[in-house]
């Protein structure tokens, strides 16, 4: 009975994973969200304002918006691989679909129902519920094929052609995102030079010249062409394009060079070459422009909480120790060193500590933090797991010296492990939050931290904070990482 169950999942894996099942999947969630929404804001307006029920909206409404949403959404939306998403382009169409729906359906009723009766009240709460259903519906979905793309049945079988540091560059990206929809089977070299690069750890599967027994062994769904310059001369890649396209096998071009920057491309239909340009200057100025906004007012409530909870916090902090309430951490910005504060958490001898003890000296020089860190007290450790002890770092959002979301704070010792990376660091705010504490917090190596922070630089959009302020409260309340 096990083994029945196991091959039906496996059989319902797949055939979930399709493309054209999962479009379906995702159009019928965005459906359902809009209909509920429909509903839940029909009764808010009916009771809530005392509306009668005729004069809300046409009687029979649903067969009206139903097929006209349907139509705008599919359209407009992706539905095509929603699975090569990010998270903040999701929620970046997400929100587009439910503004451009719901302006066309303003104009649909303006010209076909312009003689029915509608409540505006009915289309402005109708909207706020479309927005957060839709947006839950989608990223639910997200999560759920995450699940099983995490199991064997769901995930792509990959073969990857390139050099050893193509390939290395690819599976550090993908470890990067904690992206788990790949499996890398094998590996293909495109030459038989190889390079000081870390090694892929991929088993070799085949010679250039014999890439469809590497991949017909494999039973690869993917080929991944990862390789610094494209030998088309001889013309490999078309045949390799031809070849795959007879076998119904997916194929992709990668370059490192194009994979962490947010940038825009359009294909010349003319020449077939894609085009790639940066963001409009517009949009960057009004999405900065947002984010200092939002800075200002997370920045507002936060102080004001800090100064609410301060006097509870440091009579705790002092009844244990009697020590200072506040510490104030140094730490390295483009204008040199500045400082931020926090609840104290250790001890007041914990930098004697670490100078006597040179094992934990040299363990915090590896990683930057301890786990079961002795120097932290009892209040301290409760401060953290709960992230009450970062409150104080609002007062420096408010001032606008920190951001609420930005890459980590890093002290003047830190900035060897940068190298040529430190003046992009430096480039931008440091924030409370960011890419790598919603990543794995405390539980990420700190090679694994300065990545991650040339991560967010190359890819930001105010979209991308959004996502990481939302991943942080869900960090925040179940403790995870935090020590």
Same mark, same amino acid.
């Given at each position: ?15 979930? !994973? ?264 517009? !949009? ?32 705790? *902090? ?14 390295? !910005? ?75 704070? *890093? ?73």
């Amino acid at each position: 009975m096990r083994s029945f169950m196991s091959i039906l999942g496996s059989h319902l894996s797949r055939y979930l !994973s399709r493309p054209l099942s999962r479009s379906i999947t995702y159009l019928a969630g965005d459906l359902l969200a809009l209909i509920v929404a429909h509903m839940l804001a029909m009764r808010l307006v009916r009771y809530a304002l005392n509306i009668p029920i005729e004069a809300i909206n046409p009687v029979h409404y649903y067969r009206y918006y139903i097929p006209f949403f349907a139509l705008v959404l599919y359209l407009y939306s992706s539905y095509k691989s929603p699975e090569l998403r990010r998270p903040e382009r999701e929620l970046e169409l997400g929100c587009k679909a439910v503004a451009v729906s719901f302006l066309g359906l303003v104009l649909f009723n303006f010209v076909v129902l312009r003689s029915q009766s509608f409540s505006r009240y009915l289309l402005f709460s109708w909207f706020a519920l479309a927005c957060v259903l839709l947006l839950t519906m989608r990223f639910s979905l997200r999560t759920f094929y995450s699940f099983i793309g995490r199991s064997t049945a769901g995930r792509k079988r990959v073969v990857l052609i390139g050099s050893e540091y193509g390939l290395a560059h690819y599976q550090q990206l993908l470890s990067i995102q904690r992206c788990q929809d790949y499996e890398l089977v094998g590996w293909i070299p495109d030459s038989g030079k190889t390079s000081a690069a870390p090694s892929p750890q991929l088993p070799m599967v085949a010679t250039l010249d014999d890439w469809e027994r590497g991949v017909e062994q494999t039973r690869a769904d993917l080929l991944v062409f990862a390789t610094a310059t494209l030998p088309d001369g001889d013309g490999l890649v078309p045949e390799i394009l031809h070849r795959c396209r007879e076998k119904s096998l997916e194929f992709e071009l990668y370059s490192s060079a194009l994979a962490t920057r947010e940038l825009n491309w359009e294909r010349d239909e003319f020449s077939g070459c894609f085009r790639v340009s940066a963001p409009p200057p517009w !949009s960057l100025a009004l999405q900065q422009a947002l984010k200092r906004v939002l800075d200002l007012a997370i920045g507002l409530v936060g102080s004001l909480v800090t100064v609410l909870i301060t006097p509870f916090i440091g009579l705790l *902090i002092k009844l244990q120790d009697g020590g200072p309430v506040f510490y104030r951490s140094a730490y390295l !910005s483009k204008n040199g060193c500045r400082y931020y504060f926090k609840f104290r958490t250790m001890r007041t001898d914990a930098d004697q500590i670490l100078e006597q003890d040179a094992e934990l000296r040299a363990q915090f020089r590896t990683r930057q933090k301890l786990v079961d860190d002795p120097r932290v007290t009892r209040i301290g450790k409760f401060l953290r797991q709960s992230s009450l002890d970062e409150f104080p770092q609002f007062f420096s959002v408010l001032k606008g010296d920190l951001a609420f979301v930005g890459p980590r704070t *890093i002290r003047q010792e830190e900035a060897v492990h940068y190298g040529p990376m430190l003046p992009k660091l430096l480039s931008v705010r440091p924030g409370i939050t960011g890419f790598w504490q919603t990543m794995g917090r405390q539980t990420t190596t700190y090679e694994e931290r300065t990545r991650m922070d040339m991560f967010y630089i190359d890819r930001w959009s105010i979209w991308l904070d959004l996502v990481i302020i939302g991943k942080t409260f869900w960090k925040v309340v179940t403790a995870e990482g935090a020590y």
